[in-house]
């Protein structure tokens, strides 16, 4: 089981990233993770299995589920599916933080969750269509949904042990995004807490105890959910998309993939290539 922080940026011009969830073709599974941003996905075809705080969510057709700042969660896409990606950064709701300095937002249904979908697929279509004016289409809708946000769905009182937690996971995902981004190089614990200024010893329980996992277990997490990236959209040689992330060997990246996804890399490129061959998605990153 490996958790990590995922950094949220914004697409060009707009203040809000959008896009065509990655596992559209099915056969996905997303490890549990975290990320400042506030997060909607929201599904149009097919079905999807959110796990929050360990607490199940299954999302069918013209449903959505918003995903608080610094909320761990994961996600499992079995099937094709259509799901339409909106992530806000936290700083848009900054004049509705709480005196604690954060937002959080219900995930019970509400009348107006009909109206959330139809913003999300006016967003979509126009980015799509990119007909003059667009870019105000888009962001017409984009504050509308906000406003409805911050009045209908925002929580006005925040238990104080939601905001230790959201305290301490702001300061895990710091120390997760230098791990990101050097996850390749030879990075002990000793080595991370001596970066950070912690014990070893105190590093660890913070992945214990916020994360629920240790960091040898969340390091590979990270090399993996890399290598299986290029492995699903380049043709190089596995042993080399092993060597490239980190990995020992070809051997020990084969390992690690089965035991996450049940069968061995060479087979999942070739059913990964079968699904984008079958299903055309257009994807809004392809802006």
Same mark, same amino acid.
């Given at each position: 089981m490996n958790f990590e922080h995922e950094l949220i940026v914004p697409d060009r011009g707009f203040p809000f990233k959008l896009f065509l969830?990655?596992?559209?073709?099915?056969?996905?599974?997303?490890?549990?993770?975290?990320?400042?941003?506030?997060?909607?996905?929201?599904?149009?075809?097919?079905?999807?299995?959110?796990?929050?705080?360990?607490?199940?969510y299954p999302l069918h057709p013209g449903e959505f589920i918003l995903l608080n700042s610094n909320e761990v969660h994961s996600v499992a896409s079995p099937r094709p599916n259509r799901t339409i990606v909106l992530q806000?950064?936290?700083?848009?709701?900054?004049?509705?933080?709480?005196?604690?300095?954060?937002?959080?937002?219900?995930?019970?249904?509400?009348?107006?969750?009909?109206?959330?979908?139809?913003?999300?697929?006016?967003?979509?279509?126009?980015?799509?269509?990119?007909?003059?004016?667009?870019?105000?289409?888009?962001?017409?809708?984009?504050?509308?949904l906000l406003y409805l946000l911050v009045t209908k769905y925002r929580k006005e009182e925040v238990s104080p042990e939601l905001v230790r937690r959201h305290k301490k996971m702001t300061r895990l995902s710091v120390i997760t995004s230098y791990i990101r981004a050097n996850y390749t190089k030879e990075l002990s614990l000793e080595k991370l807490s001596d970066i950070f200024g912690y014990t070893p010893a105190y590093l660890s329980r913070m992945f214990r105890r916020y994360a629920g996992t240790n960091y040898k277990?969340?390091?590979?997490?990270?090399?993996?959910?890399?290598?299986?990236?290029?492995?699903? &959209?380049?043709?190089?040689?596995?042993?080399?998309?092993?060597?490239?992330?980190?990995?020992? &060997?070809?051997?020990?990246?084969?390992?690690?993939?089965?035991?996450?996804?049940?069968?061995?890399?060479?087979?999942?490129?070739?059913?990964?290539?079968?699904?984008h061959n079958s299903v055309n998605f257009s994807d809004a990153r392809e802006q």
């Open positions: 969830f990655e596992g559209k073709d099915g056969g996905y599974v997303r490890d549990r993770h975290w990320h400042r941003s506030v997060e909607i996905f929201a599904l149009y075809e097919g079905e999807l299995t959110f796990y929050v705080n360990d607490e199940k806000i950064p936290l700083g848009m709701f900054e004049n509705y933080y709480t005196d604690e300095g954060l937002v959080l937002f219900t995930h019970s249904p509400r009348k107006q969750d009909g109206k959330i979908m139809e913003l999300i697929a006016q967003m979509y279509d126009a980015a799509q269509r990119r007909e003059t004016g667009y870019e105000w289409r888009m962001q017409s809708s984009f504050y509308e277990s969340y390091l590979q997490g990270v090399r993996l959910e890399r290598a299986v990236e290029e492995l699903a &959209n380049t043709d190089h040689t596995i042993s080399d998309i092993a060597l490239r992330h980190g990995f020992a &060997n070809s051997k020990s990246f084969s390992g690690e993939f089965r035991k996450k996804y049940g069968l061995m890399p060479s087979e999942y490129r070739k059913k990964t290539k079968k699904c």
